[in-house]
């Protein structure tokens, strides 16, 4: 490389498989992930037809999470014999000249500097990326392991901890899919076709651009010092065992993550014939328009009363006290006021036909709608109670 070359050597055969794995793995878990955080989009219905059901979807979104684990353990190991035993420089580090980079950048950009910076192998928007990837591998390997394997997980944190790892890994993933799409696919496809991933070269007019301060040493010298082979030799020594034991233990975590429990990945199929599991126990109380007290018997919690106490101080139920919270919470999601039925609000609920039958709960939709199981949303045995106490009394809005 004596006289000025044309193109570079830019990634070896290594790097160009270990971006083909990335490819394949990343797209397919964004390809059959997203269908599971946006399971009503028509799109994501047909992804998960087209594949052959919602089992067979989670089992592939598994073999890619496992494949894109393989190729992180081993990309691990092989930066670890890079800049161990070939001491070579750690170009993916971030510092301080990749901040004075991006601001010389963004003057560029503006037009007030003259000149783009000149960056080193890696620039500040590649190593962003890089370890951008890092740390979106990270965490989705913790949210995801909670949620393959949620009993071993609750064992050792709180229940909401599987919510909660489902709501971090479906928008960590939104995340990283928009920064594919966005962040990387411009600077790479858009900006301009950047191919060295896959030729694995780079020519003199993209280094001058892109890698000015490397173009700068690679011209200057061409000659590394060469390792002496007893060093190396001392040094794959040291290197070698430590690296077999710490892959063996990564796989080994691996294998437990896959194998702890497949609670995740069956559907229960809903029963055939629902049981029903509103069954009353008391007799109800006799329809009412108004909202009177109810006898004592017919509550569901056993107000602190003696046969004393006078009729006023025992509960009644309202819409605003006691109903409103969890028929928005399990209903309003769908029926807000967006929607012919507006159960998120007192008129919402009354103007519609039949939903509230005052005094009448057998009748009444919005107990009868959700109580045969085929609807969506449903309320507890004790919302069930309350619904049924609070038409019966007449279905207030507020305390009088
Ligand atoms: C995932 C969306 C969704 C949720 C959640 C949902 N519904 Fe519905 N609901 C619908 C759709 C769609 C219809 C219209 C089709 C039908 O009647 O099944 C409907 C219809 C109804 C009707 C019939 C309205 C009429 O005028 O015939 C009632 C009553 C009803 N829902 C009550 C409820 C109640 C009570 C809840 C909460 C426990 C609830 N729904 C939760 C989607 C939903």
Redesign the pocket.
């Known amino acids: 490389m004596s006289e000025n070359p044309r193109t570079f050597v830019r990634f070896d055969v290594l790097r160009r498989i270990e971006h083909i794995l990335l490819i394949v793995s990343f797209s397919t878990l964004a390809l059959t992930g997203l269908p599971q955080k946006f399971p009503t989009a028509s799109i994501s219905i047909f992804i998960v037809n087209l594949l052959g059901g919602i089992e067979m979807l989670r089992i592939i979104h598994r073999a890619a999470a496992v494949l894109f684990m393989f190729e992180a353990i081993y990309h691990l190991v092989d930066a670890g014999y890079r800049l161990y035993v070939k001491r070579e420089e750690a170009d993916m580090l971030p510092g301080p000249t990749d901040v004075q980079d991006a601001l010389k950048a963004f003057l560029y950009n503006l037009g007030f500097a003259k000149h783009r910076p000149k960056m080193g192998r890696f620039n500040f928007i590649e190593k962003a990326e890089y370890w951008a990837v890092v740390w979106g591998l990270l965490i989705m390997a913790v949210t995801g392991f909670m949620l393959w394997n949620p009993i071993a997980t609750t064992t050792a944190l709180p229940g909401q901890a599987i919510p909660a790892a489902k709501v971090a890994h479906g928008a960590e993933a939104v995340l990283a899919v928009l920064a594919i799409l966005i962040w990387h696919f411009y600077f790479v496809h858009l900006k301009k076709l950047n191919l060295s991933i896959f030729t694995g070269r780079i020519s003199l007019e993209e280094m001058e651009d892109e890698h000015g301060a490397e173009l700068e040493k690679l011209l200057q010298d061409e000659q590394k010092p060469k390792i002496a082979p007893e060093t190396l030799r001392k040094r794959m020594a040291i290197y070698f065992p430590v690296a077999t034991v710490l892959s063996l233990g990564l796989l080994y975590g691996v294998y437990r993550f896959v194998t702890l429990e497949q609670t995740a990945i069956t559907t229960i199929p809903p029963v055939e014939n629902p049981v029903e599991i509103y069954a009353p126990q008391t007799a109800t109380a006799a329809p009412t328009q108004t909202a009177s007290p109810l006898p004592a018997a017919t509550l569901p919690i056993t107000p602190p009363q003696t046969s004393e106490t006078p009729a006023a101080s025992v509960p009644s139920f309202t819409w605003e006290e006691d109903i409103a919270g969890f ?1 928005q919470t ?2 309003s ?3 807000d006021s967006g929607d ?2 507006d ?1 998120g609000s007192y008129a919402g609920v009354m103007k ?4 509230v039958a005052p005094g009448d709960p057998e009748n009444s ?2 107990i009868k ?2 109580a045969d199981g085929k ?5 507890t045995p004790e919302q069930i109670e309350l619904l049924t106490a609070w038409i019966n009394a007449g279905a207030p809005e507020k305390a009088p």
């Open positions: 028929v399990s209903c999601m769908c029926h012919a039925l159960l519609a036909n039949g939903v939709l919005l709608k959700v609807h969506p949303g449903a309320f």
